[in-house]
């Protein structure tokens, strides 16, 4: 095998508490993560000359600081392993949106390489190494749908019901450390225990902060709230994306169908499971 061929899926936070704050600063968090059917695709082929290249710049990130480059360099380190790879990457999931496009690139890489490269290290070594990348790398090489508390890194398996997302992508860009950082962010939701899951019993504590800041999230959101048959409208992340969740595809496409003509966005499936691992699975790996 010289070429593998693998999706990066993006992700939703169907609710974000913030239930404290470690001494280094990072906050504590409770999540529930909902993979979806809306990926980003990569295509690794060996060198073997240990050179690790991207085969173009991925809209404004240098290579050396795309998650791909930076997952397989960290891979490289810690196993001494001499191949190299030749990493494509078609970019489909917006940057910074809060749908963990970077996170689920720098998890492929990781999952993808570890074959490739024959290292064989166990799921607990590559879940570790993704946390160092970000906090939002573990739950993709996980692979399921989560419960996620720590920093998002203590990850438990969560069926959730089949739905389909229409997801409102907002024009502006909101950095993860600016809300985090905010003085105006509440720090102290009770947490809760699950399961039982039940998706009323969110909300995502980053949400006023980035409304207050960036209206055009909070009319976005506004416009998902007032529409019939969702089961909930929240924003992901940290943001920028908003997104109301429906029980049928045909009611989705409905609400997608009705979107302000100044609104961008797009339609998914949730997911039970990460489709690189499914590929993975079909073929006998
Ligand atoms: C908001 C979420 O998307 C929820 O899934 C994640 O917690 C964010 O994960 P991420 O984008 O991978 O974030 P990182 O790149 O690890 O962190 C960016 C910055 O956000 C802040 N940060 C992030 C995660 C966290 N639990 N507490 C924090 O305070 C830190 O200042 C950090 O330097
Ligand atoms: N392969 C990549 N894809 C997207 N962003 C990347 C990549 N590599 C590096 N980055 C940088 O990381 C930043 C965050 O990327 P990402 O798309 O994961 O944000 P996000 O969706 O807000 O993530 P999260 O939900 O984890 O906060 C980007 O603004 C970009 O500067």
Not at 136 to 151: C, Y
Not at 194 to 210: A, C, M, R, T
Not at 218 to 246: D, H, P, Y
Request: hydrophobic residues 40%; contains cysteine; aromatic residues 8%.
């Amino acid at each position: 095998m010289t070429t593998l061929t693998c999706s990066a899926p993006a992700k939703l936070n169907l609710f974000l508490h913030v239930v404290g704050r470690r001494p280094d600063g990072y906050h504590l968090l409770q999540t529930v993560f909902r993979l979806l059917d809306f990926s980003d695709e990569l295509s690794f082929t060996l060198r073997d000359d240990g050179k690790i290249k991207l085969s173009a710049e991925t809209m404004g990130v240098p290579a050396d600081q795309n998650l791909c480059v930076r997952a397989a360099k960290c891979l490289q380190a810690m196993s001494g392993s001499g191949p190299g790879v030749d990493i494509s990457l078609d970019k489909k999931i917006p940057m910074g949106g809060g749908l963990g496009g970077g996170s689920s690139d720098a998890a492929t890489t990781l999952v993808a390489l570890n074959r490739l490269w024959n290292l064989n290290l166990d799921r607990e070594t590559l879940l570790e190494l993704g946390l160092q990348l970000g906090a939002d790398v573990p739950v993709f090489i996980f692979g399921q749908n989560a419960f996620a508390e720590g920093v998002g890194e203590k990850l438990s398996a969560l069926e959730l019901p089949a739905a389909w997302y229409l997801v409102i992508i907002p024009p502006v860009h909101v950095s993860t450390a600016e809300i985090f950082s905010s003085k105006e962010l509440t720090r102290n939701t009770i947490p809760i225990k699950i399961p039982p899951f039940s998706i009323w019993q969110g909300h995502n504590d980053l949400e006023p902060v980035v409304c207050r800041l960036y209206p055009e999230v909070a009319v976005r959101l506004e416009w998902l709230k007032q529409l019939k048959n969702t089961t909930i409208a929240a924003m992901s992340g940290s943001g920028a994306c908003v997104f109301a969740e429906f029980a049928t595809e045909r009611e989705a496409c409905a609400a997608y169908a009705s979107l302000p003509d100044d609104m961008t966005g797009f339609v998914a499936r949730g997911l039970d499971c990460h489709p690189m691992y499914t590929a993975l699975k079909k073929n006998g790996e």
